[in-house]
Nanobody, 118 residues
Framework: QVQLVESGGGLVQAGGSLRLSCAAS????????MGWYRQAPGRQRELVAA???????NYADSVKGRFTISRDNANNTVYLQMNSLKPEDTAVYYC????????????WGQGTQVTVSS
């Protein structure tokens, strides 16, 4: 089992920045890819950014150039730096550790609310 605990969400004005953190514990040696999903009311959950243990990253088109995912393997922590935030970034953000090559079968954190006011 892997446990994930997110922190860093909150309320910010449009154009502002936030940094989310996700600390992993448990069988962390089994983790390869980690990522951040988000879900806004009435919308499907979407993968915002992902990073492999080797540091390869990918991003949703909607956040490219604004968000940066990074990973500290020594401390089993993944970060999401969010800059130039927009009201449409408002959502609950979930940290996810991929399991068996699948996000849906992965380990999920409890989520942290990000609210961007206009």
């Amino acid at each position: 089992q892997v446990q994930l605990v997110e922190s860093g969400g909150g309320l910010v004005q449009a154009g502002g920045s936030l940094r989310l953190s996700c600390a992993a514990s448990g069988r962390t040696f089994s983790i390869n890819a980690m990522g951040w999903y988000r879900q806004a009311p009435g919308r499907q959950r979407e993968l915002v950014a992902a990073i492999t243990s080797g540091g390869s990253t990918n991003y949703a088109d909607s956040v490219k150039g604004r968000f940066t995912i990074s990973r500290d393997n020594a401390n089993n922590t993944v970060y999401l730096q969010m800059n130039s935030l927009k009201p449409e970034d408002t959502a609950v953000y979930y940290c996810v550790a991929q399991r068996l090559g699948s996000w849906s079968r992965g380990y999920w954190g409890q989520g942290t609310q990000v609210t961007v006011s206009s």
